[in-house]
């Protein structure tokens, strides 16, 4: 049974950061890949970043430059690093796998077909809050 838990969210002023971290037990060892979605009250769940199975990172426009996805893959964790937070950054995040090479990162730029809650695991999700 696959498991993700996530941990880290808080509350923080704008221009500080937060790590996010995502331990992920129960992986089969067919490709998948892996990422960060959040949900804003009011707007779809959008996906912020992403690494495909072979290990291509994307991100979507509007936390490039600011957010960093990076895994351990000793310690089975998924991390995002988020620097020069804004309020807009504010939402629920969700850490997801799923069974494909690279579905995730479709969502991540934009161009995904189906409902996001089509992708096979996500994590109970954890709160941001920037605000000053």
């Known amino acids: 049974q696959v498991q993700l838990v996530e941990s880290g969210g808080g509350s923080v002023e704008p221009g500080g950061s937060v790590t996010l971290s995502c331990v992920v037990s129960?992986?089969?060892?067919?490709?998948?890949?892996m990422g960060w979605f959040r949900q804003v009250p009011g707007k779809e769940r959008e996906g912020v970043a992403g690494?495909?199975?072979?290990?291509?990172?994307s991100y979507s426009e509007s936390v490039k430059g600011r957010f960093t996805l990076s895994q351990d893959k000793a310690k089975n964790t998924l991390y995002l690093q988020m620097n020069d937070l804004k309020p807009e950054d504010t939402g629920v995040y969700y850490c997801?796998?799923?069974?494909?090479?690279?579905?995730?990162?479709?969502?991540?730029?934009?161009?995904?077909?189906?409902?996001?809650?089509?992708?096979?695991?996500w994590g109970q999700g954890t709160q941001v809050i920037v605000s000053s």
């Open positions: 690494v495909d199975a072979g290990g291509t990172l």
């Open positions: 997801v796998v799923d069974d494909s090479y690279a579905e995730i990162s479709l969502y991540v730029m934009g161009v995904a077909l189906s409902d996001p809650n089509s992708l096979d695991y």
């Open positions: 129960g992986l089969s060892a067919k490709p998948y890949c």
